[in-house]
């Protein structure tokens, strides 16, 4: 069937909200198991009744209109969140550099979406999941200039014959994701003889959970920048424009000037900093729309005056029963680093501890950094194989030695000597804060850190 007008196809894609794809699928598909696809197969087949294709050419070619059927969840804290990222459109590596934005594959195939949204719940059969809503999106301005930028990187990338060396991490909005049954799944280069793994268009998994937060849950997102400013600089600029007046302040002069309570200790101090310094005061850091779809999340470094931090870099508790039943491909550990943009906030002391216990802290700069996709490969895979070594084949060995009055634990995790970027040891001074591990022993909760001089050598860069 062709629909006629936009009004006509969005009448018909609202009345599948509330159905089953068990009560929409006409044909069967569903029956197929093995079928990644079939939920959007389903939508396109026996609702929409038009045959499945792969063509470079939006689904509703007349009306410029790409369907895509994509799954939200609810998280163990009540919050929605997308399941997934959501994979637009192969990258034709040979083609996609002859073109300018405008008349890219990305862009003649995806500036405008129908998204129908439906929660996908562990417990129960694909027939049984819900579409719950349908829209009609088209990128805001501001999104669209990000997209634009994030579109050159990747093309320009190609142009440098380095489409072998591709990562999510390179882009904030619009990712290059790895699209195909293994790493065999590759293409051929124009300016290499490289092959280079197969890779599609893609919206990061946190550009889609904006959405789900501001279509599904009605929440209200903050801008920090705006369409104007980004035609004439790249997001990065922007932030750090906002930042560099700083540079050289103690973290109390900021504070001043700001009106913000200095409490030293406070853990608040510092995103309260940031969220001023960026033009939204008070705004949480969840809660400004550009950090919320880029995954944007701050780490504070404080350096030494010979540039390296006293404390290595702290991240989650660690769920060992999850760590040890998923494959590397859809660890935890492994998607917490390729989908999340750290802003890192730096500050460096002047003095040593000894020289004056009241040393002022000062603000040395910031640095928008995602963990290059080599050191997850190599560093980060090392400590999930020898997490699940030690775990699966009972190599852990957990002792209590006397250290003076206290009796301490100790175990064989990897230490800070590991591989010189991450190791695990506890976080916080509470020995009484045990687990139980998949192997029965219990331990004391457990974190994942990457090593202060690993840190020190990211932000090695900045200066006063």
Same mark, same amino acid.
């Given at each position: 069937?062709i629909?006629q007008t936009?009004?006509?196809?969005?009448?018909?894609a609202?009345?599948a909200?509330g159905?089953?794809?068990g009560?929409?699928?006409?044909?069967?598909?569903?029956?197929?198991?093995?079928?990644?696809?079939?939920?959007?197969?389903v939508v396109?087949?026996s609702f929409?009744g038009y045959s499945v294709?792969?063509?470079a050419r939006p689904?509703?070619e007349?009306l410029?209109?790409?369907?895509?059927?994509?799954?939200?969840?609810?998280?163990?804290?009540?919050?929605?969140?997308?399941?997934?990222?959501?994979?637009?459109?192969?990258i034709?590596?040979?083609d996609?550099?002859?073109?300018?934005?405008?008349?890219?594959?990305?862009w003649?195939?995806?500036?405008?979406?129908?998204?129908?949204f439906?929660?996908?719940?562990?417990?129960?059969?694909?027939?049984?999941?819900?579409?719950?809503?349908?829209?009609?999106?088209?990128?805001?301005?501001?999104?669209l200039?990000?997209?634009?930028?994030d579109?050159?990187n990747?093309?320009?990338?190609?142009?440098?014959?380095?489409?072998?060396?591709?990562?999510?991490g390179?882009?904030?909005?619009?990712?290059?994701?790895s699209?195909?049954?293994?790493?065999?799944?590759?293409?051929?280069?124009?300016?290499?003889?490289?092959k @280079?793994?197969q890779? @599609?268009?893609?919206?990061?998994?946190?550009?889609?959970?904006?959405?789900?937060r501001?279509?599904?849950?009605n929440? @209200?997102?903050v801008?920090?920048t705006?369409?104007?400013?980004l035609?004439?600089?790249?997001?990065?600029?922007?932030?750090?424009?906002?930042?560099?007046?700083y #540079?050289?302040?103690?973290?109390?002069?900021i504070?001043? #000037?700001h009106?913000?309570?200095?409490?030293?200790s406070s /853990?608040?101090l510092?995103?309260?900093?940031?969220?001023?310094?960026?033009?939204i005061?008070?705004?949480?850091?969840?809660?400004?729309?550009e950090?919320?779809? @880029?995954?944007?999340?701050?780490?504070?470094?404080?350096?030494?005056?010979?540039?390296?931090?006293?404390?290595?870099?702290?991240?989650?508790?660690?769920?060992?029963?999850?760590?040890?039943?998923?494959?590397?491909e859809e660890?935890?550990?492994?998607?917490?680093?390729?989908?999340?943009?750290?802003?890192?906030?730096?500050?460096?002391y002047k003095?040593?501890?000894?020289?004056n216990?009241?040393? /002022?802290l000062?603000f040395?700069?910031?640095?928008?950094?995602?963990?290059?996709?080599k050191?997850?490969?190599?560093?980060?895979?090392?400590?999930?194989?020898?997490?699940?070594?030690?775990?699966k084949?009972? /190599?852990?060995?957990?002792?209590?030695?006397?250290?003076?009055?206290? #009796?301490?634990?100790?175990?064989n995790?990897?230490?800070?000597?590991?591989?010189g970027v991450?190791?695990?040891?506890?976080?916080g001074?509470?020995g009484?804060?045990?687990i139980?591990?998949?192997?029965?022993?219990?331990i004391t909760?457990?974190?994942y850190?990457?090593?202060s001089?690993?840190?020190?050598?990211?932000v090695?860069?900045?200066?006063?």
């Amino acid at each position: 069937m062709i629909y006629q007008t936009t009004d006509e196809l969005m009448e018909k894609a609202i009345e599948a909200e509330g159905k089953t794809f068990g009560e929409i699928d006409k044909h069967g598909r569903l029956l197929n198991v093995k079928s990644k696809g079939g939920l959007g197969q389903v939508v396109e087949e026996s609702f929409f009744g038009y045959s499945v294709n792969s063509e470079a050419r939006p689904d509703f070619e007349n009306l410029g209109i790409e369907l895509k059927v994509t799954p939200f969840k609810r998280n163990k804290n009540g919050q929605l969140s997308a399941k997934e990222r959501l994979v637009l459109n192969i990258i034709n590596y040979m083609d996609e550099v002859q073109h300018e934005f405008e008349t890219s594959s990305f862009w003649v195939k995806n500036q405008k979406l129908l998204l129908m949204f439906y929660e996908w719940l562990p417990e129960i059969e694909r027939k049984d999941y819900k579409i719950y809503k349908s829209i009609l999106y088209t990128f805001p301005e501001a999104d669209l200039e990000i997209i634009r930028q994030d579109w050159e990187n990747i093309v320009s990338k190609i142009r440098q014959g380095k489409a072998h060396e591709l990562s999510e991490g390179d882009t904030v909005y619009l990712g290059a994701a790895s699209k195909g049954s293994n790493k065999n799944s590759v293409r051929e280069q124009p300016y290499s003889d490289i092959k @280079a793994m197969q890779r @599609a268009f893609s919206l990061k998994q946190s550009y889609m959970t904006a959405l789900v937060r501001k279509y599904i849950k009605n929440e @209200a997102l903050v801008n920090f920048t705006n369409a104007e400013e980004l035609k004439r600089k790249t997001f990065n600029d922007l932030l750090l424009e906002k930042f560099r007046p700083y #540079i050289g302040m103690t973290d109390k002069q900021i504070a001043d #000037i700001h009106d913000i309570p200095y409490n030293k200790s406070s /853990k608040s101090l510092v995103p309260t900093i940031i969220s001023a310094l960026l033009g939204i005061k008070g705004t949480k850091l969840d809660q400004i729309e550009e950090f919320s779809k @880029a995954n944007i999340q701050f780490k504070t470094v404080r350096l030494e005056p010979n540039g390296k931090p006293k404390e290595s870099m702290s991240f989650e508790n660690i769920d060992f029963e999850k760590w040890t039943t998923e494959s590397w491909e859809e660890s935890y550990l492994r998607n917490r680093f390729y989908d999340t943009k750290f802003l890192l906030v730096v500050f460096q002391y002047k003095e040593t501890e000894s020289q004056n216990k009241n040393r /002022k802290l000062y603000f040395k700069g910031i640095k928008l950094w995602n963990m290059p996709e080599k050191i997850i490969e190599k560093e980060m895979k090392e400590l999930w194989d020898e997490v699940n070594y030690l775990i699966k084949e009972n /190599k852990l060995q957990i002792e209590y030695v006397q250290r003076g009055k206290k #009796i301490v634990e100790t175990n064989n995790f990897p230490k800070s000597n590991f591989n010189g970027v991450t190791h695990i040891r506890p976080k916080g001074a509470n020995g009484q804060d045990k687990i139980l591990l998949p192997n029965n022993q219990l331990i004391t909760k457990q974190c994942y850190w990457l090593n202060s001089s690993y840190v020190a050598s990211i932000v090695r860069d900045l200066s006063f």
